[in-house]
């Protein structure tokens, strides 16, 4: 039977140089379910994507995808794997076009052939189709951030992070976003979504985790962490 969990983070430990980021996080994400991290600003979830990624790797503690660790692997051969990225504050490409941003890092899935390619990233954005040929600097910071979640699905993973992707968006885009999202896991796909949007959060999220100063204040259910004044009041700031 195979493994329910698709992303295990064991106790990791990560610094920026002497400054000690994150202090002993573990966290798990099953197969086809979304994992939402939240917290306030500089409470250590951008440096838990990029942990997992293999942007800044933790000193100690593993992480470990279908089973197989990672933990001091190359960003490319982790992305290898599997993983696709979703950047805080988007990260396309300023001066290639929409359609050379999704071509320039596409990767087949082996097997079958229900991957993602262009047609089926279209069906999705579709207003990434009508402005296939502008820069990426002369798209709407809306636009900016359909482009980068179809960067990612263009790479064919079988996990997303996704770092803080309702950020700067207006309220109608966020809805959007939150769709989209809830598309990509009845699709299958497992997500890890970093946010600070409460409610973007607890819509799609199976299971919560909420990070202060580096260590994992709480976890569980959303309906859990809805009714939590405390929690939502102490590290959150509702």
Excluded: C
Excluded at 37 to 60: A, C, D, E, H, Y
Excluded at 113 to 120: I, S, Y
Excluded at 144 to 163: G, H, V, Y
Aim: glycine share 10%.
């Amino acid at each position: 039977m195979e493994e329910p969990t698709i992303l295990h983070v064991e106790e990791i430990h990560t610094y920026y140089g002497e400054s000690y980021v994150l202090q002993g996080i573990s966290l798990r994400v099953n197969r086809g379910q979304v994992a939402a991290v939240l917290g306030r600003n500089g409470m250590g979830k951008t440096t838990l994507i990029r942990s997992i990624i293999g942007f800044t790797p933790p000193r100690r503690g593993r992480i470990l995808f279908k089973g197989v660790e990672i933990t001091r692997l190359p960003s490319h051969e982790i992305a290898r794997l599997g993983i696709g990225l979703v950047p805080q504050g988007r990260r396309i490409f300023p001066s290639l076009t929409v359609l050379e941003n999704l071509t320039i890092g596409a990767r087949s899935r082996a097997g079958n052939g229900q991957g993602w390619n262009l047609e089926r990233v279209f069906n999705l954005f579709p207003r990434l189709q009508e402005r296939a040929g502008h820069r990426g600097n002369k798209l709407s910071g809306g636009e900016q951030q359909m482009l980068a979640i179809a960067r990612a699905l263009m790479t064919n993973p079988e996990f997303l992070l996704m770092d803080e992707p309702s950020e700067g968006l207006a309220p109608l885009l966020v809805l959007e976003l939150g769709n989209v999202i809830a598309q990509l896991k009845q699709q299958g796909l497992s997500i890890l979504l970093v946010e600070q949007n409460l409610p973007l959060a607890l819509r799609l999220a199976d299971y919560v985790y909420v990070l202060s100063k580096g260590k994992v204040v709480f976890e569980g259910l959303p309906e859990a962490l809805e009714a939590s004044e405390e929690v939502k009041h102490n590290y959150l700031g509702v």
